[in-house]
């Protein structure tokens, strides 16, 4: 941090553009970090795409994520990890590593973030999420990006939440306002026709051009190999049960065991992957579980899960928004069950890719959550369409729309070119 401190007051030498040193492009990302791996994979993936496509370009992440430093980026793409905070089960939140109250903890995110913006001098900043960064972090450096010409995106997944309880958080936290006078461009990161996650916020007019639908994010096999040794399991057609970051997955993760436990005619092996959030307490009691299973086994996490997605037969998973995309990129038989609490996000999703014919769905929601009912869902996947067998225009084309959207917002502004855009069209 030595060298960013001292060039923080520092303008970008005009020297350069004399000496003809024109540089590459700068994007900065702010990944929303409180829970789970989502948003960072997310970001991850933008990035990567972003230098993919413009070899001088230069992105820098900023997150508070504990294991960012675990993935691998693409070359031209950085990370600056600032104080963790996370959420309780309560629905508050605290500072995840250092004694500071969390009032102290978004104080300190908030000037690095701040000062990241003026030393790095991006000429696009991406803002994941939240227009206002966790509880209004993000507002100083808009401001001061803003006055210095940068070009301001939000971008938000396919899903926010039911209507009913977003309207009132985006109240709460003025974050419509801050859409309103910030953002020059909305990047929804999905289809108009499957869900329009800002519809309910009554937005002017002069907001909703700003929007563009673009379509889900397609993944791709990392280019590296795994350092993660799978077990035999992997070496025939197996089932993936995966929870993401693994916080919030154990319902998922007793479901599947107890239909293995239940039912010893199940014959499709499955390999559950925990993910690095969940509680060692419980990993314990599932793995003592596992073990008694011949057809179960697991691993704790893998940076490089795309490998594992590409190689197995099905998939099961909650339905948070990155592993929707690599069941789509992979074409994924995929059976989805979804969480419903604190927010219906995946359920929303889930009943949305079910309609269109792009997975199957088993919740528990006003259900009982039976080994039975998982038996069966577990048993079908093998006659399930994949994915590909739907034809929707545009359903992939997110990281292709990204980076038609970044050199348009390059290029001087232009008021009669129309700002609304949808990938299917």
Not at 62 to 86: A, K, L
Not at 104 to 132: N, S
Not at 205 to 225: K, N
Not at 285 to 308: G, H, Y
Request: charged share 25%; with cysteine.
């Amino acid at each position: 941090m030595a060298d960013l401190a001292t060039s923080v007051n520092k303008d970008p030498d005009p020297h350069l553009a004399l000496l003809g040193m024109a540089r590459g492009s700068r994007v900065l990302i702010y990944s929303h970090d409180t829970f789970g791996l989502g948003h960072l994979r997310r970001s991850r993936a933008i990035a990567n795409a972003i230098v993919s496509d413009q070899s001088d370009a230069s992105v820098l992440i900023i997150s508070g994520s504990p294991v960012i430093g675990n993935f691998e980026f693409g070359s031209g793409v950085d990370y600056i990890r600032i104080p963790g905070v996370t959420k309780l089960p309560d629905g508050d939140y605290r500072s995840l590593n250092l004694n500071v109250s969390i009032d102290e903890a978004v104080g300190l995110r908030q000037a690095l973030i701040l000062q990241t913006a003026k030393a790095f001098q991006p000429d696009v900043f991406i803002v994941d999420k939240e227009p206002t960064g966790f509880r209004g972090e993000v507002v100083p450096a808009l401001d001061y990006l803003q006055a210095s010409g940068c070009r301001l995106v939000l971008g938000i997944r396919d899903v926010m939440d039911e209507p009913t309880l977003l309207v009132p958080e985006w109240d709460r936290k003025g974050a419509k306002e801050a859409l309103v006078r910030y953002y020059d461009d909305i990047w929804v990161y999905g289809l108009k026709d499957v869900y329009q996650p800002l519809e309910a916020l009554d937005l002017p007019e002069e907001v909703s051009r700003r929007i563009t639908y673009t379509g889900y994010l397609r993944r791709e096999e990392p280019p590296t190999p795994s350092l993660t040794k799978y077990p035999k399991i992997t070496k025939q057609p197996f089932i993936l049960v995966t929870t993401g970051g693994g916080g919030d997955g154990d319902d998922l993760i007793d479901w599947v065991i107890s239909a293995y436990e239940a039912d010893p005619t199940l014959e499709q092996p499955a390999l559950i992957v925990f993910g690095p959030f969940i509680d060692r307490d419980q990993r314990r009691a599932f793995m003592e579980r596992i073990a008694q299973q011949p057809k179960l086994d697991a691993i704790s996490f893998d940076t490089k899960i795309e490998r594992l997605m590409k190689k197995a037969d099905a998939i099961v998973a909650m339905g948070g928004y990155n592993t929707f995309c690599e069941a789509l990129s992979f074409d994924k038989r995929t059976l989805i069950v979804p969480r419903t609490r604190p927010r219906l996000e995946q359920y929303i999703r889930a009943v949305e890719a079910e309609r269109l014919g792009l997975v199957r769905m088993l919740s528990d929601y006003k259900r009982p959550r039976t080994p039975e009912r998982m038996a069966q869902a577990l048993r079908g996947l093998s006659s399930q369409p994949r994915p590909s067998e739907v034809t929707i225009p545009g359903l992939l084309d997110g990281l292709d729309r990204v980076k038609e959207r970044l050199k348009a917002l390059a290029e001087p502004a232009t008021p009669s070119k129309p700002a609304y855009h949808q990938a299917a069209e």
